[in-house]
Each structure stands twice: as structure tokens, then as C-alpha cells.
């Protein structure tokens, strides 16, 4: 997979992630940070996302997969992973931004991760989350 054909929406810990000593994001993929996000509006980042996995470049991929991380989501509504942020996304947001890469054209493929259920043991945030990504897919 080539760096261009990758879009990074909503992260917000790259001042932490450069404190740390860890590498940047490589300069030829397509960043979008959550201040970014805010700026624009989450539906017209999503829409701005979806733009660049779905264009015709030479060399590109043929589709796009949905990734997401459960940390994107603020730390107060999603405390069930490992590594933990103040100020991410809210649940509409995070459905708005799955419901425009969802329905975009060439979406092929969708997987979670960061989840960590032993963090939530009485299933409740599973269960929030799951309300989310049904509303996402059921709006395509």
C-alpha cells in the first residue's frame, strides 16, 4: 500500500507522539488531524477523505477500507481502550464520519481495533458502540 493512498482522520496526539521520539506521520499520506476535522466540519472532512481514497490516480489503490480505532472517540464517552485521550470525537461525529465513508464509492471493507473489553465489564460501552456502527451502515 503507498503512503498516498491512505487518509489518517481525527488522531490528536501527534504533539505527544513527537514528545515521545516516535516517527511522524510518512509525508506523502493524507493527514487530517481532529482540529482539522473541527475546522472544516465532520461532514465536509469525511466528504474531503472519501475524495481522496475514491480518486483515479494512476498506481492507486481499487477501493478503500475503513479502519477504525476505537481511541478516536473522546475519552469520556470511550474509556475501553488502552490508551486513553481527553477531546475526541463524539458519537455523532463518529457516525457521520462512518456514514460518508461508508456510502462512498469504493468501500470495500470495514474492522475496529484499540477496543479493549475487559475494560468495559458490564458491556456497555460494547453496546454503545455497536448502536453507532449499526446507525453508520444502516444509513448507506
Known amino acids: 500500500m503507498r503512503d498516498a493512498d491512505v487518509v489518517a482522520l481525527g488522531f ?3 504533539e505527544e507522539s513527537a514528545a ?4 511522524p506521520l510518512p509525508a506523502g ?20 477523505a472519501v475524495g481522496l481514497l475514491a480518486a483515479d ?14 481511541d478516536v472517540l ?4 470511550m474509556p475501553a481502550v488502552d490508551y486513553r485521550l481527553p477531546d475526541g470525537l463524539a458519537w455523532q461525529e463518529l457516525e457521520t464520519v462512518l456514514r460518508t465513508a461508508l456510502s462512498g464509492p469504493g468501500a470495500v471493507g470495514f474492522d ?7 475494560l468495559d465489564p458490564d458491556g456497555s460501552i460494547a453496546a454503545r458502540l455497536t448502536e453507532c456502527l449499526v446507525r ?3 444509513a448507506v
Open 12 to 14: 490528536r496526539d501527534a
Open 136 to 138: 453508520a451502515f444502516r
Open 112 to 118: 475496529v481495533t484499540i477496543f479493549n473489553p475487559r
Open 57 to 70: 490516480r494512476p498506481g492507486g489503490a481499487d477501493g478503500y477500507w475503513i479502519h477504525l480505532d476505537a
Open 29 to 48: 499520506l493524507h493527514a487530517m488531524d481532529l482540529y482539522e476535522v473541527r475546522a472544516l466540519g465532520v461532514d465536509r472532512a469525511a466528504g474531503s
Open 20 to 23: 515521545a521520539g516516535m516517527q
Open 74 to 77: 473522546d475519552d469520556a464517552i
